[in-house]
């Protein structure tokens, strides 16, 4: 049980424990032997008195008989204090369990009041609900009337919405297959449309670059043909420039005997030169020939390609695609 507050004599029975024990009875000491209770400045004013008195009582020598008679004293007047805080605490703890029983009973009466109050309005609530229990069976023997036409009704249109059911599913399989049918036939038209367009568009590509090399093989053979006409215009003259050489020295020849030896190997010479000119020539005229059959061949295939595009222009616009712009401007190149 915790303590009312410290008087002097547990002040003392803490100091002569401590002494008992062999410390030095201290403030802070006693303070714990008391469990930490008491001001320090009541324990200090306590413990002078003690040490006050015990000084008093050691100046004055007392029989044995007389010093028991003080200590028995002393301990009697200890045991009343204590007694008296006992009293006190306990007198304290009674009153605060009175004030307390005395607001529970005062919560209770406050509380059988209001289940009083709720307890009528209980009464009246069951009753009301008695007469609406018995107002609510009579409905529910007409409702049950009711509700046994409704069931028969219900089972009945039931009956009706089940074929209904089948015939719109049936009707729906039928739908959902022509859907799939259709479905089907439309993806296989755009892949085979997307198949046609990628092959013409291949095709189209592929003619157009043919054409491309072909019309660049020919601008090549048209610069190769020029280069030989030019070098065969200037070996023509080049022959007809010897032939006039060669007529001049034999009019020389017939002017100067003299030199005749001289003019001889100078026109076995010429003729060696001029028969090397005129098989040059030749060959070169063969070559000539040769490069205008190659240049109509490619004109040819030129123009067989130009028709194949323009066949592959017409289809692609057949199928609803625009042609190649750069296609037409080659052609025409």
């Known amino acids: 049980m915790a303590r009312g507050g410290i008087n002097k004599a547990l002040v003392q029975k803490a100091r002569q424990a401590i002494l008992a024990r062999g410390e030095n009875p201290s403030i802070d000491a006693i303070r714990v032997e008391l469990g930490n209770t008491g001001s320090k400045t009541t324990i200090h004013r306590y413990l002078k008195e003690l040490e006050d008195a015990e000084s008093d009582r050691s100046a004055v020598v007392l029989p044995l008989s007389e010093q028991l008679a003080n200590l028995v004293g002393q301990l009697a007047d200890q045991l009343r204090e204590e007694a008296k805080a006992e009293v006190a605490h306990e007198r304290e703890q009674l009153a605060r369990e009175r004030l307390d029983y005395q607001n529970q009973v005062r919560q209770a009466e406050s509380r059988i009041q209001k ?9 009246e609530q069951l009753q009301t609900a008695q007469q609406a229990l018995l107002q609510e069976r009579q409905l529910r ?19 009706r919405l089940r074929d209904r059911d089948e ?12 859907r799939d049918a259709l479905e089907h036939y439309r993806q296989a038209s755009k892949e085979q449309r997307e198949q046609e367009q990628r092959r013409h568009e291949s095709q189209m590509q592929q003619l157009q670059l043919e054409l491309r090399q072909l019309q660049q093989t020919l601008i090549v053979k ?18 007809r420039q ?5 007529h001049a020295q034999q009019q020389l020849q017939a002017q100067k005997v003299q030199a005749l030896e001289a003019a001889q190997r100078t026109l076995i010479g010429a003729e060696r030169a001029n028969e090397a000119l005129e098989q040059r020539c030749s060959t070169l005229q063969e070559e000539v020939s040769r490069l205008s059959e ?21 289809h692609l616009k057949l199928l609803g695609h625009t042609p190649l712009t750069t296609s037409g401007n080659e052609t025409g190149t």
């Open 115 to 123: 289940l009083e109050g709720q307890c009528i309005d209980l009464t």
């Open 141 to 159: 023997q007409q409702a049950e009337v009711v509700n046994a036409r409704l069931q028969q009704a219900n089972q009945d249109q039931e009956t």
């Open 167 to 178: 015939q719109i599913l049936s009707l729906e399989n039928k739908h959902q297959h022509a």
């Open 222 to 239: 048209q610069d190769e043909l020029t280069q030989l006409n030019r070098d065969n215009a200037r070996l023509i003259a080049e022959a």
């Open 242 to 246: 010897l032939q006039k050489e060669q």
């Open 294 to 314: 190659t240049s109509a061949t490619q004109t040819q295939q030129a123009r067989i390609l130009q028709e194949r595009l323009a066949e592959a222009i017409t």
